[in-house]
């Protein structure tokens, strides 16, 4: 009953009237940002963040979580009918997605994922409710060393494992970790890379940066990509998949939620991760892989499973580690810590109602998502009508006013369009803004937490490798960081081989065709 107490309690929690509500906000408007190609939960949540200061903490996350998730089944809508996705993790759903519309199928694609969407979230909360309890607990045993040693490898895993060019990731998180540090040393007071200017003695706001890079730097970005779009069909029919159709996708979404669900776990893993992995192995298993990409369920079913679970159950790492998993859940850390709550193992005991009542909100999130989904599917082809053109200079000024409010500064608002202009040219250069964020939200836990850990071990850094815990985390990151560069050289000295080997038989034959 201990256990099933707080749970239960939490229920109450989210039927409040006002949480209710905001749960419903927050759906909706993640369903309708996902139907906006380029402008995702990363940018929504940055860009409403300034609106939740004046709502109580549970009921902030609540509604940014509706977005996260509502956001993902969103995606999927642009990724059908007009092959652009409107999320990150609804790209793969564009293969088979895009062609069962062009087949008179978009009602069937959208209802399939609609239903996997459901389950796999669903599947993925009952499992963030067993589990989120254990890991905390486990959490308890962390110190400095333990904490910098996973802050360390979760910067990393997203360098590598996030979407993009490995060394452009890593240029990014190092741009993080650099902006982390701007503003007074922590245990000495003195003024790093300040210049002089007496508004970042404090150091950077986490909330205009995540405004500019995420925000204004994807609506720049959005304008210039929406032009290529095709154009949305003026009906959408059958929503409701045959049962023929629910049989051939049940497999794709029993293995996509399992798949999401621990890959969702991983720093660096997320929703996009997932939903790419479940198509790969989909088509692996499938008896006419052929099929993909000509319109197989299972190629709209898996993904948009596996997306939904991963993006659940990405709260576990946040909520009982305090470390973000992904760059949407980097946000979410920082919504929290400007509430004044701070994630971590601690939450559990400290704060039952926020935990539970996120936790469970979910459940009630899912529901929601799954009853508007499909009926509102003829509102959303209508919204995809609407012109960039109108849209993108309505939200910018809408982000620049949010970030006025903040603190009524117009520093502020220089920031986000520094950042803005900043996250506009990473996109257009491939340099993906997930790693900057994270990596500038887990600079200060690293930089603590390791300065601390050297003053216990008295500046010994092998001091990291007595404890069991720490020592475990940086042998994977070592593995981590070495492993590929390992496979690359192997990779080479075996296709150098196999050249010399085919270069001398094609000496010995020119030889016995000279005798």
Known sequence: MDFFNPVINGFSVVLEPMNLLYCLIGVVIGMLIGVLPGLGPAATIAILLPLTYSVEPVTAIIMLAGIFYG???GGTITSVLLRLPGEASSVVTVFDGYQMARQGRAGTALGLAAIGSFIGGTAAIIGLTFLAPVVAGFALDFGPAEYSALALLGILLVATISGGTKAKALIAAAVGLLLATVGRDVFTGESRFTFGSLQLADGIDFVPIAMGLFGLGEILYNLEERHRAAKAPSKVSNVWPSRSDLKQASGAITRGSVLGFFLGILPGGGATIASMASYAMEKKRAKQPERFGRGAPEGVAGPETANN????SSFIPLLTLGIPANATMALMFGALLIQGVTPGPQLVEQNPDLFWGVVNSMYI???????????????????????????????????????????NSMFDVTLVVFFGVLGYLMKKFGFEPGPLVLAFV????????????????????????????????LVVFILVAVLPGIRSMLAKRKGTTAAAASAGNGTNQNIKEKV
Do not use: C, H, K
């Open 71 to 73: 956001a993902q089944y």
């Open 309 to 312: 679970a991963a993006a659940t």
């Open 365 to 407: 999130g899912n529901i929601l998502l799954l009853i508007m989904s499909l009926p509102l599917v003829g509102i959303f082809v209508r919204i995809l009508r609407v012109r960039a053109a109108i849209l993108a200079p309505i939200t910018a000024l809408i982000t620049l006013l949010g970030a006025y409010t903040i603190n």
């Open 442 to 473: 887990l600079g200060e836990l690293l930089e603590s937490s390791l300065r601390r850990s050297l003053l216990v071990f008295g500046g010994d850094p092998t001091g990291f490798f007595t404890r069991p815990i720490s020592a475990t985390l």
